[in-house]
């Protein structure tokens, strides 16, 4: 850990120093964020993992710009240009953007014009011009350079050699690009418009067809789309700056006079900002829009993903799951409490009325059989016409049915993680039960999804995909690890995003616990291979035993303030179960008196809420979700219907819903509000329950959009599930009546049994 890099950190992040160099000096002893804002509280003053992780992030880049400014340090002393005053700019350089400008006029280049001209003798002409001396005669001046065997054969030709040496100067001056950067960001347009014949074929892209766009405001999504139809060849994409101010501010910097020698200076500027200038900062500006745009649809699908992986879970019920097909059949499976599969079947509802009355005795069989709790049905193709028809069946028990978003459950049921859990089931017979398990527990499912194809994200293959998958990374860290892990049920995938765990480390884990049983508590951690102390304690807190030895291993509570629970028990002549039992107890409890150095308020808090309710799921409860019936297609759809929906994309445009009719339709971020409204996130999620209003319906482009505004949908159109109160919720694990649906991302609730 560098201490030069606290003060900044602190002043850009505006985080006292001491927090901040506290929290560096964790994360330099392989502390991770969740550890740290979760079990360190008094070290770091209760950052929280937002703080953590920006410190994590910017301590990385002033590495990286500390690496890269020792590097051209030790290049411009080896090369012989390094003086004080270039050193101390150097130093200065607070940007990787600054650090390259300084190092540009002295960087190894190809053999430029201005090289060659260098090459014939011609810097001293060109000092001569640049000098602009008014008594100074350039013509003159460059017949003295004139010599056939170093290959200047006439004064025109001094002078344009002389202008090429100077062009590059202008080009390379760090203050002058730093000017033109501020132009080119603040007047500067991304302008496109169609490849000539490319009418038909990038019709997608026809809103740029003929489209500008300020550099300043172009948001992240129209810059990522300017880019995508540029680079499949349907759009050309420009960058528009008003050249005389650019010209202008060079002028200032570079011309002193009047006189010829200023003339032929003027000549050089003009062809540095052309030539040389403008291509190189039109890229710069690309890629930093490009930058930008990434850092927002990577925030906003980080944001998303958030909102999927924290939904509510079904809980621990015996489910069957339905992947429907029309052609193939749909493929049936039966899962119990812990999500392990049962048994499995192809039904053909959608075949011949014998196929379909045979199909209806399978399930029925199935749910007698296994005492099912709950139906999935994947929302995909023939999904709809799945739920209807499972909706007309008696099954015993009314089992409650979900319709299941299935994105990416093709991909899981093709994965190497797939064949590992069902190495003798095919593609099929995965993925319905993927679709089953997300209803019970989505965070544990998804984990084994790469986020990319989970389908709350936008131009997630445009982006930098290293940042990407870092900032989706974190995410499924955070939600698993505040979330907590059942250690003696979690898949070898789910407990690789527990802090302090590698792949390595989870593997050891499944494997001690294959031979040697369920754990009984945290401690048999440490039997675990290459599980060592630093890893306990990183882990540990994060881990849940249910019926373990020791109570507390079930909670929140991490291993090492064990001691303190437990004098608590002491003190008042109880056991720990007891105060896990008894709110009387532990309203006797005078927390303060557990005060002690690296043990504050904070944690203590933290251990109260525990004692409260260990092992608390922070998941929200479960609520009731229904389709309108009746709308199952696009065709189906009118303008001013209010339908039920569910949003399963937010953007910074807006914000896609399903309505249940196999498109999603826009709710565009106009239409989100009676308010201004800058960011969807700010008053909507993914997984929302919302009723919209249908303002218009395209079938032949598959587009519908919707709205939430009051005057068109109406007050009690607009209202949420969570805004209408506690009609109908259920908390995770517990049983729900047949008419009862959830919010569970991936369950949407049709109510069962014959009407």
Request: aromatic residues 4%; charged residues 25%; hydrophobic residues 40%.
């Amino acid at each position: 850990m560098s201490q030069e890099f606290i003060g900044p950190i602190s002043e850009k992040l505006h985080i006292a120093a001491w927090q901040v160099e506290a929290a560096a000096r964790l994360l330099s002893e392989d502390a991770t964020v969740p550890f740290i804002a979760r079990y360190r509280k008094e070290a770091t003053g209760s950052l929280d993992e937002v703080a953590v992780t920006a410190i994590r992030d910017e301590l990385a880049r002033m590495a990286a710009l500390a690496e890269r400014r020792d590097t051209v340090l030790r290049s411009l002393e080896k090369n012989g240009h390094l003086t004080d005053e270039l050193k101390e700019k150097i130093l200065a350089a607070q940007t990787m953007t600054a650090l390259e400008d300084l190092y540009l006029p002295y960087r190894p280049k190809r053999r430029t014009r201005a090289a060659v001209a260098r090459e014939k003798g011609l810097e001293p002409l060109a000092e001569l011009l640049a000098a602009q001396d008014d008594k100074t005669d350039p013509e003159a001046e460059a017949a003295r350079f004139v010599d056939g065997e170093k290959g200047v054969a006439s004064v025109l030709e001094a002078l344009a050699g002389a202008r090429d040496i100077i062009a590059e100067n202008v080009a390379e001056n760090a203050e002058a690009r730093a000017a033109l950067r501020s132009l080119f960001q603040g007047a500067g347009s991304f302008k496109t418009s169609v490849v000539p014949g490319k009418e038909e074929e990038g019709a997608k892209f026809r809103d740029y067809f003929e489209w500008s766009e300020p550099v300043s405001t172009a948001p992240s999504h129209r810059v990522l789309a300017m880019r995508r139809g540029e680079r499949e060849g349907m759009l050309d994409m420009t960058l528009s700056v008003p050249e005389p101010e650019a010209l202008e501010i060079l002028q200032k910097m570079f011309i002193k006079g009047v006189g010829p020698c200023s003339v032929e200076v003027g000549k050089a500027i003009n062809d540095s900002y052309r030539r040389l200038i403008f291509r190189s900062l039109e890229t710069e500006i690309r890629l930093s829009a490009k930058e930008r745009a990434d850092e927002t649809a990577v925030s906003v699908f980080a944001q998303n993903l958030r909102h999927l992986l924290l939904a509510p879970p079904l809980g621990r019920k015996r489910v069957l799951a339905i992947d429907p097909g029309l052609r193939t059949g749909c493929k049936v499976v039966v899962l119990d409490s812990q999500g392990a599969l049962l048994e499995n079947e192809l039904v053909q509802p959608h075949q011949s009325e014998e196929a379909r009355r045979a199909a209806g005795k399978t399930l029925a069989a199935l749910c007698a059989k296994h005492g099912v709790q709950a139906v999935a049905v994947g929302n995909g193709t023939a999904g709809r016409e799945t739920e209807a028809f499972v909706r007309g069946l008696s099954l015993p028990g009314s089992p409650p049915l979900f319709m299941v978003d299935e994105s990416g459950a093709s991909i899981y049921s093709a994965s190497d993680v797939a064949r590992e859990e069902f190495p003798d089931q095919d593609v099929t017979v995965r993925g319905a039960v993927s679709i089953g398990r997300r209803l019970m527990d989505p965070l544990s499912e998804l984990v084994k999804i790469d986020p990319k194809s989970i389908g709350v994200g936008q131009y997630q293959h445009d982006v930098d995909q290293d940042l990407l998958k870092k900032s989706l990374d974190d995410v499924v860290v955070s939600c698993v690890n505040g979330v907590g892990v059942e250690l003696n049920t979690a898949s070898e995938k789910l407990l690789q995003y527990v802090s302090g765990l590698s792949a390595g480390l989870a593997r050891n884990i499944v494997a001690f616990r294959n031979q040697n049983g369920p754990f009984q508590s945290r401690r048999q951690l440490g039997l675990v291979p290459r599980l060592g102390p630093k890893a306990f304690e990183q882990a540990a807190g994060f881990l849940r035993i249910r019926d373990g030895e020791n109570p507390l291993d079930a909670s929140a509570v991490h291993p090492e303030r064990y001691p303190v629970v437990e004098k608590m028990a002491e003190d008042l002549g109880a056991t720990v179960s007891d105060l896990l039992k008894d709110a009387g107890l532990r309203k006797r409890i005078v927390v303060r008196r557990y005060l002690s150095e690296g043990l504050g308020e904070s944690t203590l808090a933290d251990i109260m809420a525990e004692l409260e309710k260990p092992g608390r799921d922070p998941r929200e409860s479960i609520t009731v979700f229904a389709f309108a019936p009746g709308v199952n297609e696009i065709a189906d759809v009118r303008p001013g219907m209010v339908l039920p929906g569910i949003v399963t994309n937010v953007t910074r445009f807006g914000a896609f819903v399903d309505v249940g009719v196999h498109v999603d339709g826009l709710i565009h971020i106009s239409e989100l509000s009676d308010r201004f409204v800058k960011d969807p996130s700010e008053v909507i999620r993914v997984q929302q329950q919302v009723m919209a209003r249908v303002l218009s319906v395209d079938v032949p482009r598959n587009r519908i959009a919707l709205s939430l505004k009051k005057e068109a949908a109406g007050s009690e159109a607009l209202r949420t599930t969570a805004e209408k109160g506690p009609a109908q919720k259920q908390k995770p694990g517990k049983t729900a009546p047949a008419s009862t649906a959830f919010n569970n991302p991936f369950a949407k609730l049709s109510g069962l049994g014959k009407k």
